[in-house]
């Protein structure tokens, strides 16, 4: 993401981008810093992006958007309208509903020009279709994408209110109606773009009192826990900014009357300014925002299921209810369906790498059964320990997810070298590189983490620093991708 085909009516582009910021400055409140200009990055596959035209200083503003200018809930006239209270859908598909109500009230809506420099076609994993998500192979993400779930919440929670109210969700493309499998169909294209534009452009909107950090979300466009969950809102322009993992140079501030953008470091002229994302996978990157940078590779992860592990323990199934080990830690509370493993770093020690459940859980089939009746009847788990035991279980259930991926690391570096620029791809092409480079970082994980356990299953230390450059390879070394 997100070239021109990303973006409808392409040959308007600049026009606009002008028109858009022509419309955010006639807003009362609105103030865009005149050093800064919304660029056309569609060439580097980016679609639009913030670029400083002049050097900025740290500190300094570069615009400040009202509060109530935010597409939210709060904002639009539809609360208003509808006799049930919007809010209580929960944030993801109260801002659906709002969202989808004001793209098709058409000029009409306040946000007409805002929707205009939204993209309507994303490369989130949402919209890959079969064959393009099982170039990912192994990948956990592919089990998060939660596109049924979605579905489901949709039709049960939006679709009445729509088909409810014919005179407040005008049709689209010449359907009758939005009852049918048309309309059905038609309402959840509609609701799909809705839903990932807040994916990947919503923001949680502090209360302007509240300086909490807001929680990190979720699979698919719901979570379990939306009731603790702040409000979304889209805060045109700030969400106009790429993101690019350690290249942040600039950051949204809540403040009580509007949403600020401050330069956090000297911009130089030319220079893209960059929000930030978080510190995520590039995985999750491609589920959540469909694009993925080299940048992001640092914080890239495997995980292992519940059920790889229990095999690789000897177990006959990863079933709570019949596994005892299972159960007693279920009952403790630490017990996950997958566990996730960091890529490993120079500077960490290797019992710092893995999750301290992992290694618990790994303690606890590791034990005797004389062992797991003592702890048992303690009501205490093992402390997590990496030991021979310990390592043998983890070695066999990363050699399985290993084997999972129908190719090798040094195919994967292979194909990667031989399918050309990342910028000029478009399509499936580039989704299939994207999936390649997500892969590579996976199997990058468990090479060094296997590594790693060569030794200490053979007797050396585990106290050595958990670098993939000096353990042992299975497979050819992996250059930074
Ligand atoms: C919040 S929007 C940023 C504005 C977006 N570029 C646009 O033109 O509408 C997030 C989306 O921008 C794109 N994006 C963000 N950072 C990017 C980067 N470093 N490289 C390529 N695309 C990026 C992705 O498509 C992502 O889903």
Redesign the pocket.
């Known amino acids: 993401?997100?070239s021109t085909t990303h973006f409808p009516d392409p040959p308007s582009f600049q026009e606009q981008s002008n028109q858009f910021i022509s419309w955010l400055e006639a807003n009362p409140g609105v103030k865009v810093n005149h050093k800064i200009c919304l660029a056309d990055l569609r060439s580097s596959?980016?679609?639009?992006?913030v670029v400083a035209r002049t050097h900025i200083p740290e500190g300094e503003e570069l615009f400040s958007i009202p509060r109530t200018l935010i597409l939210a809930v709060q904002n639009s006239e539809l609360k208003t309208l509808l006799p049930q209270d919007v809010e209580a859908l929960g944030p993801w598909l109260s801002l659906m509903l709002v969202m989808l109500y004001e793209y098709l009230q058409g000029e009409r809506s306040r946000w007409a020009p805002y929707f205009k420099v939204?993209?309507t076609r994303f490369d989130t994993l949402m919209f890959w279709s079969p064959a393009e998500l099982q170039e990912l192979q192994a990948s956990a993400v592919v089990e998060k994408i939660g596109r049924q779930g979605a579905e489901e919440s949709i039709l049960e929670s939006i679709a009445p209110i729509v088909r409810a109210n014919p005179a407040l969700f005008p049709l689209v493309g010449g359907l009758a109606s939005y009852e049918g499998d048309a309309g059905a169909a038609a309402l959840l294209e509609l609701a799909h773009t809705m839903g990932s534009l807040i994916m990947?452009?919503a923001f949680d909107i502090e209360k302007a009192e509240d300086d909490d950090e807001p929680d990190a979300d979720d699979d698919g466009y719901l979570t379990d826990d939306e009731d603790e969950q702040l409000p979304k809102g889209m805060v045109p322009l700030a969400?106009?900014?790429?993101?690019?993992a350690d290249r942040n140079n600039a950051r949204l501030y809540q403040e009580e009357e509007s949403l600020v953008m401050k330069a956090i470091k000297p911009i130089q002229e030319g220079d893209e300014i960059f929000n930030d994302y978080g510190e995520i996978p590039r995985a999750d990157l491609l589920r959540r925002?469909?694009?993925v940078?080299d940048n992001y590779a640092s914080f890239d992860v495997v995980e292992l299921s519940l059920e790889n592990i229990c095999q690789a323990a000897g177990l006959d199934s990863a079933d709570v209810e019949t596994q005892p080990k299972l159960q007693f830690l279920d009952e403790l509370d630490i017990l996950d369906d997958g566990y996730v493993i960091p890529r490993p770093s120079a500077e960490d020690a290797f019992e710092d790498i893995l999750p301290a459940e992992l290694v618990i859980l790994l303690s606890t089939l590791a034990l005797t059964p004389q062992e797991f009746e003592q702890r048992r009847s303690r009501n205490k788990p093992p402390k997590p320990a990496m030991e021979g035991s310990q390592a043998g279980i983890l070695q066999r259930a990363l050699l399985s997810k290993q084997g999972q991926y129908a190719t090798s690391l040094a195919q994967d570096i292979e194909i990667l070298h031989s399918s050309g620029s990342h910028a000029s791809l478009e399509g499936s092409a580039r989704r299939h590189q994207m999936a390649i480079k997500v892969r590579i970082g996976e199997k990058e994980i468990l090479q060094a983490i296997l590594g790693l356990l060569d030794r200490l299953v053979a007797g050396g230390s585990l106290k050595r620093t958990a670098n993939g450059d000096d353990s042992e390879s299975r497979q050819s070394k992996a250059p930074k991708v």
């Open positions: 993401m997100s596959g980016a679609g639009r992006g939204l993209p990947a452009y969400d106009l900014l790429n993101a690019d925002y469909g694009y940078t």
